[in-house]
């Protein structure tokens, strides 16, 4: 143990955590709004449905597919030029956001396109037959309905990004993944990258906790 504590910098290590949590935290709530956004308009622009609109649901749903199918260190090494036109870096945790949001938030909406199906039509055609409005159905019916499986899905995204923000890290978005690539990986220091994995097996267990505690407290089934 003391060999341990000797061959990892603490403060380096805690540095990291901050950048994977900053990263992390920033992604997962834009990706939370850009996902119910675009899972919103993919259910209500489908066939039968409030605003049913072929072109509108065929084109977000290609925008979807296609960067919800490309692997996520290849989105990072296509969207440098973006990234650099909209920061001026692409290096640091902020320069790693727009991957992560670009490559989160198609994936999140596809679970929010499903958990809207999930809802019994009755209930939304019951709701048009007393005249509410269409906000009034979004945000009081199909939101309120499909919340649980909203937070659970959120959950699982963002998980998912705290394996990207470690994979930016082999790019040099820092956090964890960069400590444990570059003083890990590439010095041969297998105790920076353990140290490294037990932090973000923590974080990964904290948000899976937090997700599951709110799930729990939402879903009154």
Request: charged fraction near 15%; aromatic fraction near 8%.
């Amino acid at each position: 143990m003391d060999k341990l504590l000797t061959n990892v910098d603490w403060n380096q290590m805690l540095e990291a955590t901050g950048e994977t949590l900053y990263m992390t935290a920033i992604a997962a709530i834009a990706t939370f709004i850009l996902g119910l956004m675009l899972g919103l308009l993919l259910f209500m622009t489908a066939k039968d449905n409030l605003w049913e609109n072929k072109v509108i649901h065929t084109g977000i749903g290609a925008f979807v597919n296609i960067f919800r199918s490309i692997p996520f260190i290849i989105l990072i090494i296509l969207l440098i030029p973006f990234t650099k036109i909209l920061l001026g870096t692409i290096l640091g945790a902020s320069a790693a956001l727009p991957a992560l949001i670009i490559g989160a938030a198609p994936f999140y909406a596809r679970m929010v396109e499903i958990a809207l199906r999930e809802i019994d039509k009755g209930v939304i055609e019951a709701s048009k037959a007393m005249g509410a409005k269409t906000s009034t159905i979004i945000w009081k019916v199909l939101i309120p309905e499909s919340l649980p499986a909203l937070v659970s899905g959120i959950t699982v995204t963002t998980i998912a990004l705290v394996g990207y923000t470690a994979m930016a890290g082999v790019v040099g978005a820092g956090g964890l993944g960069t400590l444990a690539y570059l003083e890990g990986f590439q010095r041969g220091n297998n105790d920076v990258t353990i140290v490294a994995t037990i932090c973000v097996l923590l974080v990964v267990f904290f948000i899976q906790f937090i997700g599951d505690f709110a799930t729990t407290r939402i879903d009154k089934r």
